[in-house]
């Protein structure tokens, strides 16, 4: 089976950009999006097909994706950034593949 | 404006079957050519892929879960349904429903249900 590694947390100051990696087998074969979940929520779309933003989600949020690493940044970091984010990756063999998750810290 | 909901029993016993049903307004499931999801989410843990389907004919699961579950579709009702057999409490989760964005390829998820959550105890 297909994994997808994310580090468990990660803290920022406010202002500070926030980098929130993925890491997978040739993962940059793949499409990759990325998903904010704050408490209590569906999560919510903030990247997909690697670096594109759907309506409404801040430039701030921007992706990458290359290799065996994809990265999801937060620049200019606020304290509603603060929430629970997940990769995604699909291709046609592997279907829909989640990422474990990491917490953002915002303080 | 694309909505989604998920229904169906909040608490199953262990060993029995868990069914929810995804009710959708905006879209025609039957003449859309978009992937159809199911996503659960066990308390205090991460996303988990369940399977999806496509054009209401074509049906995909998640290796891991693939002997317990079978998605099927009602679409006089524009609705999908999940059914899981043989829970365990590991089942207990908040179930999400989901459509892709984009036509024929199942890669990235906007429309979202509120989810439900479903717990497996006696």
């Known amino acids: 089976s297909y994994n997808l590694t994310q580090p468990p947390s990660l803290s920022v100051s406010p202002g500070q950009s926030a980098s929130i990696t993925c890491s997978g087998s040739?993962?940059?074969?793949?499409?990759v999006s990325w998903y904010q979940q704050r408490p209590g929520q569906s999560p919510v779309l903030v990247v997909y097909?690697?670096?594109k933003r759907p309506s409404g989600i801040p430039e701030r949020f921007s992706g990458s994706n290359s290799g065996n690493t994809a990265t999801l940044t937060i620049s200019g970091t606020q304290a509603l950034d603060e929430a629970d984010y997940y990769c995604?990756?699909?291709?046609?063999?592997?279907?829909?593949?989640f990422g474990g998750g990491t917490r953002l810290t915002v303080l | 404006q694309l909505q989604l909901q998920e229904s169906g029993p909040g608490l199953v016993k262990p060993s029995e079957t868990l069914s929810l049903t995804c009710s959708v307004s905006g879209d025609s499931i039957s003449t859309s050519s978009y992937y159809w999801a199911w996503i659960r989410q066990p308390p205090g843990k991460g996303l988990e892929w369940i399977g999806f389907m496509y054009s209401s004919e074509s049906f995909y699961y998640n290796p891991s879960l693939e002997s317990r579950v079978t998605i099927s579709v009602d679409t006089s009702k524009n609705q999908f349904s999940l059914k899981v057999k043989s829970v365990t409490v590991a089942d207990t989760a908040v179930y999400y429903c989901?459509?892709?964005?984009?036509?024929?390829?199942?890669?990235?998820?906007?429309?979202w249900g509120q989810g439900t959550l479903v717990t497996v105890s006696s």
């Open positions: 989901a459509r892709c964005g984009r036509h024929n390829f199942g890669d990235f998820y906007p429309f």
């Open positions: 995604q990756a699909w291709d046609s063999s592997i279907h829909v593949v």
């Open positions: 040739k993962l940059g074969d793949k499409f």
């Open positions: 097909q690697d670096t």
